[in-house]
């Protein structure tokens, strides 16, 4: 059981190009989400989806581009990327009402990370 | 609009010693609390969570945290540190009637260990 499985670990971008970051996961969760983690700043939520086909800004949502086109895959996009956008990306996902459902369940589960560096 | 404070930003201890990570949350009602922990190079893993109930909950990795609503805290505690608990560690806030499993995360605490 893989859980969330993030694809590349590590990338170096020049600025201007674009890249996609893919997230999988293979626990039939219906939400999914993308962070960014800053020093100092913790995680903030980028882009999140509630299913298949769903996608809604979170906190930091600009420059950045979403997709959700099969439940078990989220991506995130980069169409120009700058230097403010070097950081560790983390996706997540979860069940919805996942404590009405079981208590026991994790609020969600998270990937190993992305770490993205843009010259 | 709901908030995380995690006032240290970074805390040493001797190994062997007792560990408490402050946590301060905003928030109207009740809120669903937990505490996070990152190992370099890894990603977030849970050690424990409140939803409601008993105000103190224990964890995985021998923690504890103790919910204090008049003081809108959310501590996290060890008695006896072991060095691979060196990592970062944070504290989170959820609203209780969101579907969306929206989380907020503080600034985290990196903790190191003193040999």
Redesign the interface.
């Known amino acids: 059981n893989a859980g969330?499985t993030q694809t590349p670990k590590f990338r170096v971008l020049k600025t201007g190009q674009s890249m996609t970051l893919l997230c999988a996961q293979d626990m039939n969760h219906e939400?999914m989400?993308w962070y960014r983690q800053d020093p100092?700043?913790?995680?903030?939520?980028i882009h999140?989806s509630?299913g298949e086909g769903t996608t809604?800004k979170?906190e930091v949502p600009d420059g950045y581009n979403v997709s959700r086109l099969k439940k078990q895959n989220f991506l995130l996009g980069l169409e120009s990327a700058a230097p403010s956008q070097t950081s560790v990306y983390?996706c997540?996902s979860?069940?919805?009402?996942?404590?009405q459902a079981n208590?026991s369940n994790?609020?969600?589960h998270?990937?190993?990370?992305t770490r993205l560096s843009i010259l | 609009a709901q908030s995380v404070t995690q006032p240290d930003i970074h805390i040493t201890v001797s190994e062997g010693a007792s560990l408490e990570l402050r946590c301060n949350y905003s928030y109207g009602a009740t809120p669903y609390l937990f505490w996070y922990v990152q190992s370099p190079g890894q990603g977030l893993q849970l050690l424990l969570k409140y939803f409601s109930g008993d105000t103190l909950v224990q964890g995985i990795k021998g923690f504890e945290a103790e919910f204090k609503r008049s003081q809108s805290s959310f501590n996290l505690r060890k008695p006896s540190v072991h060095w691979s608990d060196a990592a970062e560690y944070f504290c989170a806030v959820a609203p209780g009637y969101s579907s969306a499993s929206k989380i907020i995360f503080g600034s985290g605490t990196r903790l190191s260990i003193r040999p």
């Open positions: 969330v939400y989400y100092g700043m913790g995680l903030r939520l999140y509630v809604a979170g983390f997540a979860s069940y919805g009402y996942w404590w208590p994790q609020p969600q998270f990937g190993d990370g």
